[in-house]
């Protein structure tokens, strides 16, 4: 991660974000997701892996509620360009963007993601299973920060995934 840093998205990131996602996915889906999100109000945060002249990585957050309560994140779509990874960008991007949910006072992330991958951030699929959503399984894994939050519940995800 020499000479890479991690910052807010602007507005004026739309199109190199939507670039890359097409470059990382083989669906325009993910592109979608993240538009739609910022037009809703669901996004609670957009990060993106710089040079300081292209960017390289990117990480959605956006809100969850757990009960019908605005408490919890979920993370995704997330993207490096394929050239760049497997060179640490992605866990960056996920270590830093945990730190701002955690600080913000989300009780819990999920994601639906891969098992292989997640799971070395602290994610595990048996901290979601009891948490109703429109997805279920190994790849649906929840990070907890903390005990005192709510174990179980109904998710409400945003719009953009077609809730
Ligand atoms: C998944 C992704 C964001 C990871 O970013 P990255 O910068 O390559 O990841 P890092 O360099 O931080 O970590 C590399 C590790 O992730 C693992 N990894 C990368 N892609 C993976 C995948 N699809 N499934 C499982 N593990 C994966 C690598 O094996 C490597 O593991 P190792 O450290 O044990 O060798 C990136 O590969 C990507 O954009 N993939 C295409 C889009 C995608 O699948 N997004 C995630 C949707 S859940």
Same mark, same amino acid.
């Given at each position: 991660?020499? %000479?890479?840093?991690?910052? =807010?998205?602007?507005?004026? *990131?739309?199109?190199?974000?939507?670039?890359?996602? *097409?470059?990382? +996915?083989? #669906?325009? @889906? !993910?592109? &979608?997701?993240? #538009?739609?999100?910022?037009? *809703?109000?669901?996004?609670?945060?957009?990060?993106?892996?710089?040079?300081? &002249?292209? $960017?390289?990585?990117?990480? =959605?957050? +956006?809100?969850?509620? $757990? %009960?019908?309560? %605005? $408490?919890? @994140?979920?993370? /995704?779509?997330?993207?490096?360009?394929? *050239?760049?990874? &497997?060179?640490?960008? /992605?866990?960056?991007?996920?270590? +830093?963007?945990?730190?701002?949910?955690?600080?913000? /006072?989300?009780?819990?992330?999920?994601?639906?993601?891969?098992?292989?991958?997640?799971?070395? +951030?602290?994610?595990?699929?048996?901290?979601?299973?009891?948490? =109703?959503?429109?997805?279920?399984?190994?790849?649906?894994?929840?990070?907890?920060? /903390? !005990?005192?939050?709510?174990?179980?519940? =109904?998710?409400?995800?945003?719009?953009?995934?077609?809730?």
């Amino acid at each position: 991660m020499k %000479d890479i840093w991690i910052r =807010q998205a602007r507005e004026d *990131d739309a199109e190199a974000i939507t670039a890359l996602n *097409d470059a990382a +996915f083989a #669906t325009k @889906a !993910e592109a &979608r997701i993240i #538009t739609e999100l910022a037009r *809703d109000g669901d996004s609670l945060y957009s990060l993106v892996a710089h040079n300081d &002249r292209d $960017i390289l990585g990117h990480i =959605q957050f +956006f809100r969850i509620l $757990i %009960d019908g309560a %605005d $408490i919890a @994140a979920g993370l /995704g779509p997330m993207s490096v360009l394929p *050239d760049r990874q &497997r060179s640490g960008i /992605g866990s960056g991007l996920v270590k +830093f963007g945990l730190a701002l949910m955690e600080g913000a /006072g989300r009780e819990a992330v999920f994601v639906l993601g891969h098992p292989a991958y997640y799971p070395r +951030f602290g994610f595990c699929a048996d901290a979601a299973a009891p948490f =109703q959503a429109q997805w279920s399984g190994p790849s649906f894994m929840a990070l907890r920060f /903390g !005990e005192t939050g709510e174990q179980a519940g =109904q998710l409400t995800y945003p719009a953009a995934f077609g809730a």
